[in-house]
């Protein structure tokens, strides 16, 4: 189990630990005071397409341009924006011009469930999301944009429209702050794997068109119904997909033996068990491959995060490295 503890300032701007039933995930300091360094981390350097190899490419729409004026052409200006119908009824060149749209609405959907509350190396998945849910407020505000979030776990969500205003950005850490400190093995709730269809449907409600929306989540309960959502939000929004995960899904520890509970019962897993390694393997290895074949087939980019390296320094990485 992870044992690091890190002194962290929270949205409450008081000094100290978010405790999960006994493990003392760190939150970076940054949480919730940004620098320079981490409001510069999501201006990719490279194409999202990039991300997984190639599987897949997806363009990214960016604000949208609202109408402004039809004007006389002037020296200089792109003839790709004459309006011909103007231009032939006037007998004198016209352009269109428009302007990029501000304060484009942004909403991070911020996955705190028991399912998230795993970890086998450095920290928990629920950690891991909620410091990319911060990284994600941050660059929202500082690049003018409005940021909203949907923060739900087993039994509810969280919603904060979106606002530009560092307020409104706090509000969003303490909702993840509050639902991260729900987390345990002996809470009540039982796992829900149609929140993550929930939440989608509550997004969708929301949007309009040229939102970007971010999915922070493990995917976990990724159904035929929440495939379909994704599609419609993408197809007049852009939408990224940060897929959390431990590196259990691909390689167990070395430990001979692995304890699990689901909050009510406890088993204990013997890894010198070729058998039951290579089932745990298979089983874990497949539900992140299933996930990734949705996603890619409805051509929406994919941002892997583990649960063992600096949050921070994979997104820099994933984004395209940068000199800070």
Known sequence: MPSEKTQIVLPTNRPGRMKTNGYTPALPIWFAWPTRRTVSLFCPAKPLHSLLSGRHAAKVRGRGLNFEEIRAYLPGDDI??????????????????????????????????????????????SVVAAEAAALGAWRILSMG???????????????????????????????????????????EAQPDPAMLTRALQGVHRLVGHDALIAVISDFDGLDEQGRKILLELRQHNDVICVLVHDPSATELP?????????????????????????????????????VLDILHEINIP??????????????????????L
Not at 150 to 175: C, G, W, Y
């Open 254 to 290: 070395a430990s001979s033996a692995f304890v699990i509970t689901d909050g009510e019962l406890q088993v204990e897993l013997k890894l010198t068990d070729k058998r039951v390694r290579r089932r745990i393997h298979e089983a874990a290895k497949g539900r992140i491959a299933r």
């Open 145 to 187: 944009d409005r940021a909203g979030a949907l923060v739900f776990n087993d039994t509810e969500i969280k919603e904060i429209r979106p606002h530009r205003s560092r307020q409104s950005v706090m509000r969003i850490l303490q909702a993840v702050v509050d639902k991260n400190h729900a987390l345990g093995a002996d809470q």
């Open 80 to 125: 790709r924006s004459i309006d011909w119908k103007v231009t032939a009824r006037t007998r004198e060149p016209h352009i269109r011009v428009y302007t990029e749209e501000r304060e484009r609405p942004a909403y991070l959907l911020v996955d705190q469930r028991l399912a998230m509350f795993f970890g086998t190396r450095v920290r928990l998945k």
């Open 302 to 323: 994919v941002i892997p995060l583990n649960t063992v390296e600096d949050v921070a320094e994979q997104v820099r990485h994933l984004l395209g490295n940068r000199h």
